[in-house]
């Protein structure tokens, strides 16, 4: 494959301010139209325009730095022609730092299928088998779960609605392939992929007007040498950053490994992203192979489960549903400057919880985003103090176990 | 019916600053262990120690001065002993400032028979028949709706709760009699009202440490001479407060025609509480006819469905689910100082509706609040002006039509 064009991003920067002595991991400072961030970060998920139950003013106030919105929801509802008309995402929702939508693909791919979900996500909804057809030409064809119309994603149509929603950072149009697909599918799909990665940048490019960075996607499932080729394929190209996606392997070895593949192949002044992962261990580990930012909807979806995200506790959160907590009158968590860490008790939350009041994700939210936030914050700590061992240090205090 | 008990309340009081020319409506201030707040005013509804999805902070910052939570649904859950144990309700739930609870009587009539609550309230859900029986000495026996046990109320333990729960104004055990009741049914039950008034008298005055004042209720349906008696009740005994409850009649001319006997019968030196009524043009009759605080879970019942309370709606609200507000850029209201009313577009908040986001309701919540209190702030400022005319000049500007 050739691919000629250059494409410069004259709005946006990517700075590598410190290297890790003891694994890949780095510091960085990613600047975008809507300001800069110092890497690693997370990038929240406000998959319908909003974070769940929190309003941006809650997300700024919890300490996020950047959030994220889906290209296939809000293509379905509102629409980007309506975003665009109410000033873009940024205007539309209130939030006025940084952004980035996906491709749309994940969703049609695994919300299609029924599959990709389930095996990336670990037990989410799946809405059914709403994909129709994939068509490397005309892209895929899906059913709106809004109103039954018939939808169609491609390259260039995820770019003009990326554009017209106007994210500040955008990601290339590739294919999801599920954890089951075997070699040869794999491939072709990869290879699908890349090809629609070149139709997104020429589209891309068309309409570039400096205030969008697209990344390209490494694809490649669990086998290194599609990996490893899919990583090229991005370096050859002039994406802005780098995002790694698709299946992340069934089990944790899995996606460590695949990992493990990637430092030295990816670009190394490009802003990589590792799509769709949050866990605290995940995140730690992503950190030490090299990844930049990190996105999942962890914070809510664990929040709606009464799982409160706590430095120290086992596997890194609390279950405040436990009856333990039901007269413990201390607080999440005072460090964080917030009336819902820092001032109802858990014992009140706790209440909260088992009389089904909305309230209690409200608040546990917004705990889980600050707490998500300030661990971003003491990882970058411990990449800046140059102590050698002080990422595994650091792990060791918020998963003792 | 004899009464020799006399009480005191020396942490209380309540005080008319001036009276308004044109009605029997009142300026006051009502004082509090937990503060003192002017009147009228509006108690908002946290039914189970929670406003639905604001917290207590929230509160504040939309103007609320005084909250309400409701003794039978804490008693069945978390149950009285836990929120003594963590402090009393205020600490349990972080609110700070003056707070009611009534006596659970309510609830358990109108969700046991599922007549009373269709009637007041308009068209609630009901919970199933619940009540079991009414019996005058042992008093109401009904099945929780948390796990069916056989839970009971009557006058000594409905204070012994709320002496627990720790509000600073609790309420008088009564029956609520249904609307459809004949004279001769709300008469019995009337008189047992007001025996159980004096039970609870007595039950209060027993444990009283001064940190708890008691409303009497006016019973006695949509019949005149039963309401005076009722009145004339309240006033031979050593109540702090005076409530208007029971069925307020099927209609507005009703309702507005049963206050309309109240002045003059009431004790003119107490606090006078309007049970369960909140809609715009109903405060607006009812602070005419001299009643001081109001309380009514319209605010964020009506967030849920999408109505907006504003000043100058028709009816005074929008609905914002209409898609007249999909493309509208302007804010709810710039004047409350709110980042949910005067920073989120109405188009973005209709989009939340049409999604399904619960931060939706968390934002019109918040908003409906603010404006309630504002509503409370203008018809007080109106009646420190001494104009002849202002509430009815203020009530045409709340509600043009």
């Given at each position: 494959m050739e691919f000629n064009t250059k494409i410069d991003y004259p709005n946006f920067g990517f700075e590598v301010l410190h290297k890790d002595a003891g694994s890949f991991a780095r510091l960085g400072r990613l600047q975008t139209p809507h300001g800069t961030i110092e890497t690693p970060n997370f990038i929240f998920v406000?998959?319908?325009?909003?974070v769940r139950n929190l309003h941006p003013h809650q997300l700024r106030e919890a300490g996020a730095d950047i959030m994220l919105s889906n290209t296939y929801h809000l293509y379905i509802q509102p629409g980007p022609d309506l975003v665009q008309k109410m000033g873009g995402l940024h205007k539309f929702c209130g939030w006025d730092g940084p952004m980035l939508t996906d491709s749309g693909g994940f969703q049609i791919f695994s919300l299609g299928t029924g599959t990709g979900a389930d095996e990336i996500k670990g037990k989410g909804r799946v809405g059914g088998k709403s994909l129709i057809k994939i068509d490397e030409e005309l892209g895929a064809i899906f059913k709106s779960y809004k109103d039954g119309s018939i939808c169609r994603l491609n390259p260039e149509i995820s770019m003009e609605i990326q554009r017209k929603l106007g994210a500040d950072l955008i990601v290339q149009m590739d294919e999801c392939t599920?954890?089951?697909?075997?070699r040869d599918y794999t491939e072709k799909s990869m290879h699908m992929s890349h090809r629609w990665g070149d139709r997104s940048l020429n589209a891309f490019n068309a309409a570039h007007d400096g205030t969008q960075g697209l990344y390209g996607v490494v694809q490649g499932g669990v086998y290194r040498e599609l990996r490893e080729e899919s990583a090229d394929y991005t370096v050859s190209r002039p994406f802005f950053g780098t995002a790694v996606g698709g299946c992340?392997?069934?089990?944790k070895v899995h996606f460590y490994e695949i990992l493990s593949w990637l430092p030295g192949r990816l670009h190394p002044d490009r802003p990589i992203h590792l799509l769709g992962i949050g866990k605290i261990e995940d995140i730690f580990e992503g950190v030490k192979q090299g990844m930049d930012t990190f996105d999942c909807v962890t914070p809510t979806r664990e929040a709606r489960h009464g799982r409160v995200l706590m430095k120290g506790a086992p596997k890194g959160y609390i279950n405040i549903l436990n009856s333990r907590y039901k007269d413990d009158q201390s607080v999440l968590d005072e460090t964080l400057g917030l009336y819902t860490s820092g001032y109802y008790s858990k014992s009140y939350i706790h209440h909260l919880f088992k009389v089904g009041e909305m309230l209690a994700f409200q608040i546990v939210s917004q705990h889980n985003v600050a707490t998500l936030a300030k661990l971003m914050r003491e990882i970058r700590a411990a990449l800046k103090s140059g102590q050698p061992g002080a990422l595994d240090q650091l792990k060791k205090e918020w998963l003792p176990e």
């Open positions: 406000g998959t319908k325009a909003a599920p954890h089951s697909a075997d992340l392997g069934g089990t």
